[in-house]
């Protein structure tokens, strides 16, 4: 059995030691980065802060390095993920800290999507998100891209504020099967309803499934103002996405 | 940061599928528990309020407190403990607008989509 000292990175040590207090998972954790090579733990220690920028460039040199894009993935990334995800639910961390770390994933997954790609492994479907004209919350939309992207996804994210002709431009841009809409406000929720009146008027509405979301929406509104389905979290937004390509297919 | 460049072709190794969608369902599992939490959080603290209670938002929140010259970020000076959903109901005019307006672009949606199917049909 591996032991804490068996694990070189201090960073990561230290993170065991002083966040991870179930002992099943403080076993787990050891025995993980206790057998990945430092480089990986690296990565990791470097996502765990939230750093994309060192994520970043400890990626492209581990796969200089010839380092295999699933060990990256493996043993830096989502070994990572595992301790960040216990960090927030124990509330040493907070929702700001844990998006700071799905961008970090983000950077190390930059360099691993073309490999997968040349692979063969090519993304579900791409997906355009974005808040509606007007509204700037982005923090439920950030996680429901965390979430689609963490299935397979790939996510155009459009930010904040978003045009109906941005909408519409995006979805022209990538091809994009799948649109999915966020609002937080009472007073923004009805220009999902003008978006969506907009990909009519430019007679797209048949080339895009539309997807909608945001805490005051809901299956009535949804159904409305005419859009192909209303997601109520982000779980339901990765079940609304991968039913949409069900039926496609 | 740098763009990610040809490293990837410097790879030699190819991925497999079958092992990459064990390691996406590892992955998927952990993100579902943190949106779950995420979601229950919100309920009582501004998703916006880092660990330090620092305010992360790029916008004005009369909550804000500066914390003076050269401060990067903004304390939160909220207590955190009120469940800001309930404030969805504050407004019932607001919610009463927001249903009007929706019905109608709604309905105009419909006539519209069932008049370009009934007219050009796309190729
Ligand atoms: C943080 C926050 C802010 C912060 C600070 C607010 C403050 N402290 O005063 C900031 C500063 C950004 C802000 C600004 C404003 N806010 Co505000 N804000 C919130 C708050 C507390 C959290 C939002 C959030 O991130 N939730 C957490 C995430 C995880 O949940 P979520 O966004 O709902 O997302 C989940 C699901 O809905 C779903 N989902 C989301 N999008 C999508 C999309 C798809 C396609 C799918 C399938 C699913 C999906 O999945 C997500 C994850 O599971 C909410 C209340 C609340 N708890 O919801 C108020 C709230 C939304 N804000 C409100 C208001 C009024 C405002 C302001 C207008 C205030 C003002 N007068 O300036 C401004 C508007 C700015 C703008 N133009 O957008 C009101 C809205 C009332 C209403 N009925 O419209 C609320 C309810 C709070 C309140 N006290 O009044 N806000
Ligand atoms: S100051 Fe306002 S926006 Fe910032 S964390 Fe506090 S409540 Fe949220």
């Avoid at chain 1, 993170?15 to 990791?44: H, K, S, Y």
């Avoid at chain 1, 809409?181 to 969506?196: E, F, H, Q, W, Y």
């Avoid at chain 1, 895009?208 to 779980?235: C, N, R, S």
């Avoid at chain 2, 996406?24 to 009582?44: C, N, P, W, Y």
Wanted: glycine letters at 8%; hydrophobic letters at 40%.
């Amino acid at each position: 059995m591996a032991d804490l000292q068996d694990i070189s990175n201090e960073k990561i040590r230290q993170e065991i030691e002083e966040f991870v207090e179930n002992p099943d998972e403080i076993e787990r954790n050891i025995e993980t980065f206790a057998r990945v090579r430092p480089l990986m733990q690296e990565i990791a220690a470097a996502l765990i802060e939230g750093d994309d920028g060192t994520v970043d460039a400890l990626t492209k040199q581990a796969l200089e390095d010839k380092i295999d894009a699933l060990e990256i993935m493996d043993d830096g990334l989502i070994a990572a993920m595992g301790v960040v995800g216990i960090k927030f639910r124990d509330n040493y961390i907070f929702v700001p800290e844990v998006l700071a770390c799905a961008r970090a994933m983000k950077a190390g997954m930059a360099y691993i999507e073309p490999i997968l790609s040349a692979s063969g492994v090519e993304p579900l479907a791409t997906v355009i998100m974005g808040m509606v004209k007007g509204d700037l919350h982005d923090i439920g939309k950030n996680l429901c891209i965390m979430m689609l992207r963490g299935s397979g996804f790939n996510v155009v994210d459009l930010g904040v504020d978003t045009s109906d002709d941005e909408f519409i431009d995006a979805v022209e841009e990538h091809s994009a099967p799948i649109l999915g809409m966020s609002a937080l406000l009472t007073t923004t929720m009805p220009n999902m309803g003008k978006t969506i009146e907009a990909f009519i008027d430019a007679d797209m509405r048949d080339d895009v499934k539309i997807m909608v979301g945001g805490a005051p929406v809901t299956q009535e509104f949804a159904d409305d103002m005419g859009a192909d389905a209303y997601g109520k979290d982000a779980l339901e937004c990765v079940a609304v996405a991968k039913g949409f390509l069900s039926v496609q297919a | 940061m740098s763009k990610p460049d040809d490293s990837s072709e410097k790879q030699t190794s190819s991925v497999d599928p079958k092992a990459y969608q064990e390691s996406l369902e590892r992955l998927s599992k952990i993100f579902t528990g943190m949106v779950q939490h995420a979601d229950e959080v919100s309920k009582v603290r501004c998703p916006y309020r880092d660990r330090m209670d620092f305010c992360t938002a790029k916008f004005k929140c009369r909550n804000q407190i500066s914390g003076g010259v050269g401060e990067a970020l903004e304390t939160c000076g909220h207590d955190g403990v009120f469940d800001f959903r309930s404030a969805w109901e504050s407004d019932p005019g607001n919610y009463q607008r927001a249903k009007d307006k929706i019905a109608k672009s709604g309905q105009h949606a419909r006539r519209e989509r069932a008049l370009q199917k009934r007219g050009s049909p796309k190729a």
